[in-house]
């Protein structure tokens, strides 16, 4: 928690241009709202290097610790409860699961880091096969990273932020679970990682802010990934 000046500060004191993301049009956020709303199918789950599906459209990977909120972001932004499997416990998500948006778009929510009961095995395997994936994959457009905006970015987190540097794989913050954090702790937490943005080389500093839960800042988040798409197939061509 920051000192009391911050902390008693408003959302407007923080700067415009990472916080909130931007203003997005209205035609983006159309395009943003149809994509999303467009059929979205389960295609594969990867639990090897080897079991990757083909590269066959541009990816969105969704990478945070676990228990963040990954597979919930993945559910709230195609608007569907049960597309990516979330629970309590955390480590549900122990592949790679692709889903292909429309055959425009391949969503792909990671199993994520920093579980503490997990054996130094399951540890070794998940940087091995999540590495392989960030560092190869040459469809991979972005990677959103989810921070618990309870939190703000920590220790568990930094060797993902490292790993997407390191990749040159540009990412993008992603705040979770806002409904849980009252307004003036949650400027504090977004001016914080704000502030590390600007020290990490492949960041964008546009950070989103979002409740899955509540369904909030869902329709920025579909704005900024629309833009990733391939273009619509003209009527009748497929
Ligand atoms: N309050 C609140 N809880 C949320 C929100 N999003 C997710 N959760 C809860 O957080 C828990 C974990 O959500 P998941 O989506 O399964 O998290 P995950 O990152 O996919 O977890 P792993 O697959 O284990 O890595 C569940 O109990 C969700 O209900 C949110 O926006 N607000
Ligand atoms: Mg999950």
């Known amino acids: 928690m920051g000192d009391h000046a ?7 004191a923080l700067p415009g241009d990472v916080f909130p993301a931007r203003d997005f049009d ?12 467009k059929e979205c199918r389960f295609v594969a789950g990867a639990g090897s290097p080897g079991a990757l599906p083909l590269e066959t459209l541009p990816e969105i990977a969704f990478i945070g ?17 049960m597309l990516a499997r979330t629970s309590r416990t955390p480590g549900r998500t ?13 969503l792909v929510d990671l199993p994520g880091y920093g579980f503490a009961a997990a054996s ?22 972005r990677a959103c990273l989810l921070i618990d905006a309870r939190r703000g970015i920590t220790e568990t987190d930094r060797p993902a932020l490292a790993l997407c540097d390191d990749a040159a794989l540009s990412y993008q913050i992603v705040l979770t679970k806002i409904d849980e954090v009252k307004l003036p702790a949650l400027a504090d937490v977004a001016g914080g990682v704000a502030a590390e943005l600007k020290r990490r080389r492949a960041a964008h500093p546009e950070i989103h ?24 197939p ?5």
């Open 6 to 12: 911050q902390a008693g500060r408003g959302l407007a």
């Open 26 to 37: 209205a035609a983006s956020l159309e395009a943003g709202r149809l994509l999303f709303a």
């Open 65 to 81: 610790r676990s228990n963040v909120g990954k597979s919930s972001v993945v559910n709230a932004l195609t608007g569907r409860r």
């Open 94 to 106: 122990q592949q790679l699961n692709f889903f292909d948006l429309d055959g425009r778009l391949m």
């Open 120 to 141: 130094k095995g399951a540890v070794r395997a998940w940087r091995a096969l999540v590495e392989h994936y960030l560092t190869s994959r040459a469809s991979l457009r």
């Open 209 to 232: 802010l979002t409740s899955a839960e509540k369904g909030l800042g869902i329709a920025a988040l579909r704005a900024a990934l629309a833009a990733f798409a391939e273009v619509a």
């Open 234 to 238: 003209l009527r009748g061509s497929r």
